[in-house]
């Protein structure tokens, strides 16, 4: 059974900074590109970045460009967020999600986020 | 960024009915349209992958539809466990980004 395990959220001040985890297990997670997704109380879906199975490609939303940054360790089937600077704004539950891929070329086009994590919660705020 | 726009932002439906809703790219994105279900306190559901796709388990009354900028998901007959936000989402160009959702309510 797929499972995704997300850990880190908390309440952070203004500036702060903090670490997202997420654990996977039940598939063979070096083989997927991987995604953080947030939602901000009452709001909708935002996608915030994507990584490449070999870490050899990352992309970001411009919103969090610069602040945080996307990791994976395949040996310990884990998904990274570091996020620096933390905002009001970016109080929201995180979410990762298996991004699995249509590939063609030397690029690919995705398949919809087909499992996600339960979410943590993380609270920006003095 | 590929901006996605979801009609309408929310619906009043029975139990039987027949619900369409529309999701529009501000640019082509092929066949690259997600659809996802999601209900209070729960992490998004994946429905329908590549347009047209139906995700392992989900039930047939559930459909999508479209290509270029044009996508529908239509689902044949409302059952209770329907009754949910649906979102669209755009995998062709990153940023992936999301249509801002349907809510799909009782009447």
């Known amino acids: 059974e797929v499972q995704l395990v997300e850990s880190g959220g908390g309440l952070v001040q203004p500036g702060g900074s903090l670490r997202l985890s997420c654990a996977a297990s039940?598939?063979?997670?070096?083989?997927?590109?991987m995604s953080w997704v947030r939602q901000a109380p009452g709001k909708g879906l935002e996608w915030l970045a994507n990584?490449?199975?070999?870490?050899?490609?990352?992309y970001y939303v411009d919103s969090v460009k610069g602040r945080f940054t996307i990791s994976r360790d395949n040996a310990q089937n884990s998904l990274y967020l570091q996020m620096n600077s933390l905002r009001a704004e970016d109080t929201a539950i995180y979410y990762c999600?298996?991004?699995?891929?249509?590939?063609?070329?030397?690029?690919?086009?995705?398949?919809?986020?087909?499992?996600w994590g339960q979410g943590t919660l993380v609270t920006v705020s003095s | 960024d590929i901006q996605m726009t979801q009609s309408p932002s929310s619906l009043s439906a029975s139990v039987g009915d027949r619900v369409t809703i529309t999701c529009r790219a501000s640019?082509?994105?092929?066949?690259?349209l997600n659809w996802y279900q999601q209900k209070p306190g729960k992490a998004p559901k994946l429905l329908i992958y590549?347009?047209?796709s139906l995700q392992s388990g989900v039930p047939s009354r559930l459909s999508g539809s479209g290509s270029g900028t044009d996508f529908t998901l239509t689902i044949s007959s409302l059952q209770p466990e329907d009754f949910a936000t649906y979102y669209c989402?755009?995998?062709?160009?990153?940023?992936?980004?999301f249509g801002q959702g349907t809510k799909v309510e009782i009447k």
């Open positions: 990584i490449k199975q070999d870490e050899s490609e990352k």
């Open positions: 989402q755009q995998s062709h160009t990153t940023p992936w980004t």
């Open positions: 640019q082509s994105i092929s066949n690259y």
């Open positions: 999600a298996r991004d699995p891929r249509n590939y063609y070329g030397s690029g690919s086009y995705g398949l919809g986020f087909d499992y």
């Open positions: 039940g598939f063979t997670f070096s083989r997927y590109w």
């Open positions: 590549a347009a047209s």
